[in-house]
Protein backbone atom coordinates (compact mmCIF):
# COMPACT_ATOMS: atom_id res chain seq x y z
CA UNK A 1 0.00 0.00 0.00
CA UNK A 2 0.97 3.69 -1.03
CA UNK A 3 -0.22 5.73 1.92
CA UNK A 4 -0.37 9.75 0.68
CA UNK A 5 0.13 12.56 4.00
CA UNK A 6 -0.82 16.03 3.34
CA UNK A 7 0.11 19.10 5.15
CA UNK A 8 0.14 23.11 5.28
CA UNK A 9 -3.26 23.90 5.05
CA UNK A 10 -4.78 26.53 7.76
CA UNK A 11 -6.50 29.72 7.73
CA UNK A 12 -4.81 32.89 5.84
CA UNK A 13 -6.06 36.03 4.72
CA UNK A 14 -7.34 37.30 1.21
CA UNK A 15 -4.27 38.36 -0.84
CA UNK A 16 -1.66 35.41 1.42
CA UNK A 17 -0.16 32.43 1.11
CA UNK A 18 0.40 29.47 1.43
CA UNK A 19 2.34 26.10 0.91
CA UNK A 20 0.83 22.87 0.82
CA UNK A 21 3.24 19.31 1.14
CA UNK A 22 2.17 15.44 0.30
CA UNK A 23 4.40 12.75 1.20
CA UNK A 24 4.27 9.31 -0.63
CA UNK A 25 5.28 6.34 1.68
CA UNK A 26 5.07 2.37 1.57
CA UNK A 27 5.60 -0.06 -0.84
CA UNK A 28 6.36 2.25 -3.57
CA UNK A 29 8.89 1.34 -6.67
CA UNK A 30 7.95 4.66 -8.42
CA UNK A 31 5.75 7.30 -8.54
CA UNK A 32 4.66 9.03 -11.72
CA UNK A 33 1.97 11.77 -12.00
CA UNK A 34 0.92 13.67 -8.87
CA UNK A 35 -1.59 16.29 -8.46
CA UNK A 36 -3.50 18.46 -6.17
CA UNK A 37 -7.38 18.45 -6.26
CA UNK A 38 -10.06 20.25 -3.88
CA UNK A 39 -13.24 20.16 -3.18
CA UNK A 40 -15.69 23.13 -1.36
CA UNK A 41 -18.91 22.36 -0.02
CA UNK A 42 -21.70 22.06 -2.24
CA UNK A 43 -18.91 21.18 -5.10
CA UNK A 44 -17.49 18.68 -6.78
CA UNK A 45 -13.69 17.58 -6.40
CA UNK A 46 -12.18 19.63 -9.14
CA UNK A 47 -8.13 19.16 -10.45
CA UNK A 48 -5.95 21.76 -9.66
CA UNK A 49 -2.70 21.22 -10.64
CA UNK A 50 -0.53 18.13 -11.61
CA UNK A 51 3.02 17.33 -12.64
CA UNK A 52 4.64 14.41 -14.11
CA UNK A 53 7.75 12.63 -12.57
CA UNK A 54 9.90 14.53 -15.60
CA UNK A 55 8.31 17.80 -14.58
CA UNK A 56 5.65 18.68 -16.74
CA UNK A 57 2.13 20.99 -15.36
CA UNK A 58 -1.04 21.40 -15.87
CA UNK A 59 -2.94 23.54 -13.99
CA UNK A 60 -6.97 24.69 -13.38
CA UNK A 61 -7.83 28.04 -15.34
CA UNK A 62 -8.85 29.73 -11.84
CA UNK A 63 -5.15 29.32 -10.06
CA UNK A 64 -2.62 30.15 -13.67
CA UNK A 65 -0.20 32.29 -12.08
CA UNK A 66 -1.32 32.47 -8.71
CA UNK A 67 -0.21 28.40 -7.99
CA UNK A 68 3.11 26.78 -8.37
CA UNK A 69 3.11 22.92 -8.17
CA UNK A 70 6.58 21.49 -7.93
CA UNK A 71 8.11 17.94 -6.51
CA UNK A 72 10.70 16.47 -5.10
CA UNK A 73 11.63 12.68 -6.95
CA UNK A 74 13.74 11.67 -4.14
CA UNK A 75 11.47 12.42 -1.17
CA UNK A 76 8.15 11.32 -3.21
CA UNK A 77 6.72 14.40 -2.26
CA UNK A 78 4.52 16.97 -4.15
CA UNK A 79 3.92 20.76 -3.00
CA UNK A 80 1.72 23.49 -3.78
CA UNK A 81 2.74 27.16 -3.55
CA UNK A 82 -0.55 29.15 -3.55
CA UNK A 83 -0.20 32.97 -3.49
CA UNK A 84 -2.80 35.66 -3.72
CA UNK A 85 -5.40 33.78 -1.99
CA UNK A 86 -9.17 34.77 -2.52
CA UNK A 87 -12.10 33.50 -0.44
CA UNK A 88 -12.96 31.42 -3.50
CA UNK A 89 -9.82 29.02 -3.02
CA UNK A 90 -11.15 27.96 0.19
CA UNK A 91 -11.95 24.39 0.24
CA UNK A 92 -10.45 21.13 1.10
CA UNK A 93 -7.20 20.06 -0.39
CA UNK A 94 -6.32 16.52 -1.75
CA UNK A 95 -3.28 15.28 -2.74
CA UNK A 96 -2.90 12.55 -5.29
CA UNK A 97 -0.56 10.37 -6.99
CA UNK A 98 0.01 6.92 -9.10
CA UNK A 99 2.77 4.96 -10.18
CA UNK A 100 3.66 1.28 -9.94
CA UNK A 101 4.02 -0.08 -6.22
CA UNK A 102 6.43 -3.41 -7.44
CA UNK A 103 7.53 -3.41 -11.27
CA UNK A 104 4.36 -5.22 -12.11
CA UNK A 105 2.02 -3.65 -10.37
CA UNK A 106 0.27 -0.27 -10.47
CA UNK A 107 -1.02 2.00 -7.63
CA UNK A 108 -3.10 5.27 -7.51
CA UNK A 109 -4.02 6.77 -4.12
CA UNK A 110 -5.37 9.60 -2.49
CA UNK A 111 -4.79 11.86 1.13
CA UNK A 112 -6.53 12.06 3.58
CA UNK A 113 -7.53 16.19 2.50
CA UNK A 114 -6.25 19.37 4.17
CA UNK A 115 -8.15 22.27 5.11
CA UNK A 116 -7.35 25.52 3.57
CA UNK A 117 -9.69 28.60 4.47
CA UNK A 118 -9.42 32.55 3.07
CA UNK A 119 -10.86 34.78 5.25
CA UNK A 120 -10.58 38.09 7.05
Known amino acids: QVQLVESGGGLVQPGGSLRLSCAASGSIFRVDAMAWHRQAPGNERELVAR???????NYADSVKGRFTISRDNAKNTVYLQMNSLAPEDTAVYYC??????????????WGQGTQVTVSS
Open 51 to 57: ITRSGGT
Open 96 to 109: NADGRSTRYASFAS
